[in-house]
């Protein structure tokens, strides 16, 4: 069983940094391909990153490209997005999320993640 529980967010001025957390208290962890994902008031659930079981491949956003990190330390059972240059349009509920395979084409897609947290709120004031 996949339980994901993020933390992390918070209020932040323009140019600053957050790093969100997202914990698993499930044993197979270390299988799942792990992305972030993020949703403003009245918009889609977008994709922001995503990173395979091993590390070894991670995947952004064009939005967030050279600004965001994705991590995770399988030790932990915990994958981590490094936000920094953050901007007002990067305002959302930040969601982790889980699935246990990879396949380059559906990455991005929502729907194609069986686990996902709660969801924790940035907000970034300008």
């Known amino acids: 069983q996949v339980q994901l529980v993020e933390s992390g967010g918070g209020l932040v001025q323009a140019g600053g940094s957050l790093r969100l957390s997202c914990a698993d208290s499930g044993r197979t962890f270390s299988s799942y391909t792990m992305g972030w994902f993020r949703q403003a008031p009245g918009k889609e659930r977008d994709f922001v990153a995503a990173i395979t079981w091993s590390g070894g491949s991670t995947h952004y956003a064009d939005s967030v490209k050279g600004r965001f990190t994705i991590s995770r330390d399988n030790a932990k059972n915990t994958v981590y997005l490094q936000m920094n240059s953050l901007k007002p349009e990067d305002t959302a509920v930040y969601y982790c999320?889980?699935?246990?395979?990879?396949?380059?084409?559906?990455?991005?897609?929502?729907?194609?993640?069986?686990?996902w947290g709660q969801g924790t709120q940035v907000t970034v004031s300008s």
């Open positions: 999320a889980a699935r246990s395979y990879y396949n380059y084409n559906s990455i991005g897609l929502p729907r194609s993640y069986s686990y």
